[in-house]
């Protein structure tokens, strides 16, 4: 019994742990120590607990990392083709607002002294998180 509390409490600390981070991984962790829970309630033993919390860990991960649950918010193509508006000039790095939110971008062909605060430019292409802008 002291097994089914044991992954019973870090499945619930699990969760708890993915609403404050975010972190997917979390929650499919946190439900493999919970179905685990269930595994130590119905075998009474450590193994048959402990074997299926790190299997299901590991199959859940592996799903996650393959993408095929998980859908961005932003496909590249839709961000391409869309004005922004520069908000802030840093040497070599822009700050722009776009969407509702704030983005890095960098300048793809033009002198970064040819633009001014308020100015609209094209999202041409995304690197990661940096948009470039022409």
């Known amino acids: ?34 179905l685990a829970s269930v595994m130590a309630l119905i075998s009474h ?22 993408g095929r649950f998980i859908k961005h918010g932003h496909q590249v193509g839709s961000l391409v083709g869309h004005d922004v508006e520069i908000l802030e000039i840093n040497k070599q790095q822009l700050r722009v607002f776009y969407r509702g939110t704030y983005w890095d971008a960098k300048l ?6 040819a633009v001014k605060q308020g100015d609209k430019l094209k999202i041409v292409k ?9």
Do not use: P, Q
């Open 1 to 34: 019994m002291a097994m089914f509390y044991f992954y019973l409490i870090a499945g619930l600390a699990l969760l708890a742990l993915e609403l404050a981070t975010g972190a997917f991984y979390l929650l499919v962790t946190g439900i493999a120590f919970l």
């Open 45 to 66: 033993g450590w193994l048959y607990s402990t074997l299926s919390a790190g299997i299901l860990s590991l199959i859940g991960c592996f799903i996650i990392k393959k």
């Open 108 to 113: 793809l062909r033009r002198d970064i002294n």
């Open 126 to 134: 995304v690197h990661g998180n940096i948009l470039e802008l022409d």
